[in-house]
């Protein structure tokens, strides 16, 4: 089957240190992204448990056609998994005649560790419970159903409904096949954290999107109304762009743009799967757009998530494998982008609100980005006060720091992120300005005789009364 095929190429290239994880996947041109993000991910979470249990079987030395990267998503299938899926093709059956020896082994590990679940194998690292556990978000796509609708289908399908959340508590404590509404995004439903519903046939109509609530942030705080233009500057692979839609419920213009072809042609997939008609996609560098340019001269909000280290990410250590806290160059390299990014967005001149999201953690990308983009605007834009009962502000580096919103698992059950919502400043008066300009003067008063002359020449001409 091809999925398998996809996967274990995927899985030779992260392993090799030939690109992340989510690189590779993109560049696959395997139509199911998800699908085969999914199933690269669990695999290489069980790396070393399939390892051990495929070297005690036997089983490369009894198939030697077989390659590692192969046998490991082929034995992940059969022992972990859901099974082989569309029949399994040829590998079934070869798999099949292994199956008995690799049972016995995966059960005898289990004995020879004292565990009895298939999580307790993996690695300290690797376990889930180890971390604070970040529930399953689920975004409910309002261009092609409602939460209540929504809502109805899972009861129906034996989901207990629990009402709408009232504290984090509320979300650790779920389990089972319980669900809560988010407390703070009304079209965000929460799952415990291992629901799977990437074939669910609400996911694949694409009636839901599963994406982290703090990604559903930048979208929810930059709040374009319907008829507005908005630029998602850096948009791939779109989960934001179609929230955006959402809100903007398909009425006005969203101008996507994206550097990768490949991300940008799974974006549109997306995009067409989730109802969006009112976006714009653009194989085109941010930086080189022009502000001058008539297209975007009612562009009055930017949604900027640019290129990040991707500190924050919860799967980081599925996709590069290893990886510890990024270099000092890489974040200058990357902060240096960002700036650049910033600046650029801020240059727009009908921008009236912007938001500047990462999923970093490093104050190198977020708050003195920020804070460098705010100096070099003069002025002309602020940070704006946002969410004031959100737990986790920004690092107060510099004053007003405090207006940016952060999030981690620890502190707000989401994957790690940084917000920041830029808005205009008021333009300066005619009589400051002027005042400014020439100290002097006392602007005030020509301006008051001037409207008495043109009162007094609107008036009508009577002869005096005798």
């Given at each position: ?15 090799s ?9 993109y ?45 490991k ?19 079934k ?20 560790r ?6 307790d ?24 159903t ?32 319980c669900?809560l ?8 439903l929460?799952?415990?954290?291992q ?11 694409g ?15 930059l709040?374009p109304?319907?008829?507005s ?12 762009t ?46 080189t757009v022009?502000p001058?340019?008539?297209?975007y ?23 590069e ?7 000092k ?10 700036l ?19 999923c970093s ?24 006060p946002v969410?004031?009962?959100?737990p ?10 405090e ?24 333009e300066?008066s ?15 008063a ?21």
């Amino acid at each position: 089957m091809a999925l398998y095929a996809a996967a274990a190429a995927v899985l030779a290239g992260v392993e090799s240190r030939q690109g992340s994880l989510k690189g590779l996947v993109y560049a696959s041109r395997f139509q199911n992204v998800k699908q085969l993000y999914a199933l690269v991910c669990e695999t290489q979470r069980y790396s070393a448990v399939l390892d051990a249990v495929i070297a005690s079987a036997g089983l490369l030395r009894a198939e030697r056609k077989l390659r590692p990267p192969l046998a490991k998503v082929l034995v992940y299938e059969l022992l972990l998994g859901r099974g082989f899926r569309g029949g399994g093709g040829r590998w079934k059956p070869l798999l099949n005649r292994h199956q008995a020896r690799l049972k016995a082994e995966l059960a005898r590990l289990k004995v020879h560790r004292g565990v009895s679940r298939n999580e307790d194998l993996l690695e300290v690292r690797c376990r889930p419970g180890l971390a604070p556990q970040v529930p399953r978000f689920v975004r409910v796509n309002t261009l092609k159903t409602c939460s209540d609708n929504v809502i109805d289908y899972f009861k129906r399908q034996g989901f207990s409904y629990q009402g709408r959340a009232s504290s984090l508590e509320d979300l650790r404590a779920l389990k089972g096949k319980c669900f809560l509404l988010d407390p703070l995004l009304s079209e965000l439903l929460v799952f415990p954290a291992q629901t799977d519903l990437h074939e669910h046939p609400l996911y694949i109509a694409g009636h839901l999107i599963l994406q982290d609530k703090a990604s559903c942030l930048p979208a929810l705080l930059l709040d374009p109304p319907p008829g507005s233009h908005v630029i998602d500057a850096c948009a791939a692979p779109g989960n934001k762009t179609s929230h955006l839609a959402a809100l903007l419920k398909n009425q006005g213009k969203i101008f996507a743009f994206d550097l990768d072809a490949k991300r940008l042609a799974s974006m549109a997939t997306l995009l067409a799967q989730t109802g969006v008609s009112c976006c714009q996609l653009a194989e085109e560098d941010f930086l080189t757009v022009s502000p001058s340019d008539q297209r975007y001269r009612q562009v009055q909000y930017i949604l900027l998530d640019p290129s990040c280290s991707g500190s924050g990410m919860v799967t980081r250590q599925l996709e590069e494998p290893g990886a510890g806290a990024p270099s000092k160059e890489r974040l200058q390299a990357l902060a240096g982008f960002q700036l650049r990014a910033l600046c650029h967005a801020l240059t727009f001149p009908s921008l009236q609100r912007l938001v500047y999201s990462t999923c970093s953690l490093c104050q190198e990308e977020n708050e003195d980005v920020v804070r460098a983009a705010l100096q070099q605007s003069a002025g002309t834009f602020r940070l704006a006060p946002v969410l004031p009962s959100w737990p986790h502000r920004g690092l107060r580096t510099f004053p007003g720091a405090e207006h940016c919103l952060r999030a981690s698992p620890e502190t707000t059950l989401t994957g790690g992120f940084f917000i920041a919502v830029l808005e205009r400043a008021e333009e300066p008066s005619s009589v400051s300005q002027a005042e400014t300009s020439a100290p002097g003067l006392t602007p005030s008063a020509a301006p008051k005789r001037k409207k008495r002359r043109r009162k007094a020449a609107a008036a009508p001409s009577t002869p005096p009364r005798t």
